[in-house]
């Protein structure tokens, strides 16, 4: 073990041991809770995000334009147990030992998961440091974007819910064809009413083609259409279980009320368990409880993927905002839905970017959400977007190339990433000219992509070495601009 790696070992144990003696202090009921959602697309990066805002506020990162720490009125924060016994912790500390000792990014989760942060700091008004140090609980709870996709299915029956998914279907056969035939050579099983075309078999194959079509959206260029069920892409604890194995059958020619063991009437059911069991549980104990939200988004994997990436990520996005509405659904207002009343649109990932382009991809996403948030905040919510980087990976550097100096990005590549016909093992430093983001801001207004997209230059780098202080401490994960996005989120509430 080398003499930094036990270093990290030594001061792990330390945090472990101070988070034991705080989790022992009593926990007083009055102190104000703020409920943080943190979503987005798989691989959006929200794991990383969560890591790296708890490593920064616990161990105090720099973090200039977050204005409590700035003015010097951060106490300290600390993790406490877990306040909700039925929902999975947020395995900070596995997180973080991934990222900082293994220099690997954590692995993937597919599940919703919860932390409590508790903030300690002085008030900045008169009254407010008079009344002693303030606190603060910060739930962070990180859930799969996919399951957003679900809202809509709380008003809509297995044959409305069926006759909206084929509208979308018909009008792709390049990605539904499979399924679709599928349906056709079975469709004198499917309406059999004698209970012969009612079996798993056949459910099985009918749910497995839809999923293939769903997946297909997702892999396509037309990359980020984002369709119900959300389960489907995303199936968290719910993998292989009847309530997903089902699919939307062509009810136009089927009867009105299906024969009790007929495969139609089985599909109705699974649809219906499915609302029952998954959407409405996680819209009633999670969803309905978040008081501010993160939704991160992937703008190179779009700018990569060329044209219709962008537009149909625009579509994404108004759809996730959709379900932030207040009022957007009677069902979430009839379970007493909190007010989201602060939402943010993270860009993640901008380490991959020269500078001088984060203000690019900050006003083209800007672009995406403009229309949503401008209906959001007719209803009270503020809504604002950004590009940051939870973990910078990269430095900017200036390197000479024929003849004219430009930006280019050092970092460590992961094991196996090649560039320029070069693959790397994941020891060696490579510096990249990481590409122009186009000028414009307007996605209408961007030029052809050309062919693979815009040319953003893409290597997917190791996380960073961390950096020691002279007095031998392990510096915070670095960032770009994750202190602005805390001064979104948390500013007015440690006022
Ligand atoms: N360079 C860089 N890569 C990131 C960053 N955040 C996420 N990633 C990459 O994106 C992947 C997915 O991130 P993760 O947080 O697991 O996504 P999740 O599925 O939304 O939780 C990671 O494995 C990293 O490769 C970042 O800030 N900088
Ligand atoms: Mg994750």
Redesign the pocket.
């Given at each position: 073990m080398s003499k930094l790696e036990r270093t990290f070992q030594y001061m792990r144990g330390e945090t472990r041991h101070a988070l034991k003696n705080i989790a022992q202090t009593t926990e007083d009921l009055t102190t104000p809770t703020i409920r943080l959602g943190v979503?987005?697309?798989?691989?959006?990066?929200?794991?990383?995000?969560?890591?790296?805002l708890l490593h920064n506020l616990i161990t105090g990162g720099r973090l200039p334009l977050f204005t409590p720490m700035a003015s010097g009125r951060l106490a300290r924060a600390y993790l406490q147990p877990q306040p909700d016994d039925d929902v999975p912790r947020f395995d900070y500390e596995d997180h973080l030992e991934q990222l900082v000792d293994e220099r690997?990014?954590?692995?993937?989760?597919?599940q919703v998961s919860q932390l409590r942060l508790t903030i300690e700091y002085e008030s900045a008004t008169f009254l407010g440091r008079n009344l002693g140090t303030g606190r603060l609980h910060l739930d962070i709870v990180?859930y799969?974007?996919e399951w957003l996709l679900d809202l809509p299915l709380l008003s809509q029956d297995f044959t409305s819910f069926s006759a909206a998914a084929f509208a979308r279907a018909r009008a792709r056969p390049d990605l539904a064809g499979e399924w679709l035939a599928l349906l056709d050579a079975n469709s004198a099983a499917i309406a059999a009413e004698d209970g012969s075309g009612g079996d798993e078999q056949l459910a099985r194959a009918l749910a497995a083609a839809f999923t293939d079509y769903l997946r297909r959206c997702r892999l396509d260029d037309n990359a980020l259409s984002m369709l119900p069920p959300g389960r489907f892409l995303m199936p968290g604890e719910m993998a292989d279980s009847p309530a997903l194995t089902f699919c939307p059958l062509d009810t136009a020619a089927l009867p009105r009320r299906p024969a009790p063991d007929s495969l139609h009437a089985m599909m109705q059911r699974r649809y219906e368990a499915y609302r029952t069991h998954v959407v409405k549980p996680f819209f009633k104990h999670h969803f309905a409880k978040l008081d501010r939200q993160v939704v991160?988004v992937?703008m190179l994997q779009a700018l990569n993927a060329g044209e219709h990436a962008l537009d149909d990520l625009q579509t994404a996005l108004h759809e996730i905002l959709g379900a932030f509405k207040p009022g957007s659904s009677s069902w979430l207002r009839f379970i007493g839905a909190r007010r989201i009343d602060k939402i943010l649109f993270a860009a993640?990932?901008?380490?991959?970017l020269q500078k001088e382009d984060h203000d690019k991809m900050q006003a083209l996403l800007g672009t995406l959400v403009a229309n949503a948030s401008a209906r959001a905040s007719r209803h009270g919510a503020q809504v604002e977007a950004m590009a940051?980087?939870?973990?910078?990976?990269?430095r900017q550097t200036m390197l000479r190339h024929d003849g004219d100096e430009l930006p280019a990005l050092i970092?460590t590549p992961?094991p196996g990433e090649t560039l320029d016909g070069q693959r790397y093992d994941g020891t060696e430093q490579a510096a990249l000219f990481p590409g122009d983001l186009p000028a414009s801001t307007d996605p209408h207004t961007l030029p052809a992509a050309p062919e693979g997209g815009y040319g953003v230059n893409f290597v997917?780098?190791r996380?960073p070495q961390l950096r020691q202080t002279a007095e031998g401490m392990t510096c915070a994960l670095p960032?770009?601009r994750m202190d602005r996005a805390l001064d979104f989120l948390l500013g007015d509430k440690l006022a």
């Open positions: 979503t987005g697309l798989a691989r959006a990066g929200k794991t990383v995000f969560i890591t790296s690997l990014w954590p692995a993937s989760t597919k990180d799969p974007g991160l992937d993640t990932k901008a380490d991959h940051l980087a939870s973990v910078r990976a990269t970092g992961l997917r780098f996380p960032h770009i």
